[in-house]
């Protein structure tokens, strides 16, 4: 008989946050209605990180945003974020309204990459479509395939005899995750 020992820590796919805000000095913008920072933040505790759960940058997904598309909105919370805080990456996570509505975050997220070579990327975390475990993968290899891959030519890869990558649990999963690490 197979069964859980614990409970399932798992939350929707906009739980992604957790993995921003582990990064130091990144910060998760989300595109989405007000309460899915706070839902995050109390579902996780203490995933407040450099600017995380409610004080997040959302885009306050309202009727507005689902009828007239809330691509502007982001624009302007992204610029805005660029002027307030200093940062050394930005992750725009998207809720399910941005994902039902259809918004192209990445043409948003292109401008402020390719244009203004800022450190932005996006990642698709609609809550319906999948958890925080997957939503997790998909940050990190956001990272890697929009941001990092750039990168490449000007950095030949290298490598160090008895090198090895650490790979640890998903941050705020387990409360000891950090001293784990």
């Not at 975050?105 to 203004?116: G, K, M, N, R």
């Not at 490598?159 to 998903?170: G, Q, T």
């Amino acid at each position: 008989m197979a069964g859980l020992i614990e409970q399932e820590r798992y939350t929707c796919a906009i739980g992604a946050l957790q993995t921003v805000v582990a990064i130091p000095r990144a910060v998760p913008i989300l595109h989405s209605g007000p309460g899915c920072g706070v839902m995050i933040k109390g579902f996780f505790e203490r995933s407040a990180g450099y600017a995380g759960g409610e004080t997040a940058p959302c885009t306050n997904f309202s009727e507005k945003e689902v009828v007239f598309g809330g691509t502007d909105r982001l624009r302007n919370i992204i610029k805005n974020t660029y002027k307030v805080l200093d940062t050394d990456l930005q992750v725009v996570v998207t809720g399910c309204t941005a994902g039902i509505v259809g918004d192209d975050v990445a043409s948003v997220t292109d401008e402020f990459l390719y244009e203004e070579d800022r450190p932005i990327v996006h990642v698709e975390t609609s809550g319906f479509k999948s958890n925080n475990y997957v939503s997790h993968s998909a940050v990190v290899n956001a990272i890697i395939d929009q941001y990092v891959s750039r990168f490449e030519e000007e950095n030949p890869s290298r490598s160090e005899k008895n090198l090895v990558n650490v790979i640890a649990s998903i941050p705020y999963q387990d409360q000891f995750w950090k001293g784990n690490l």
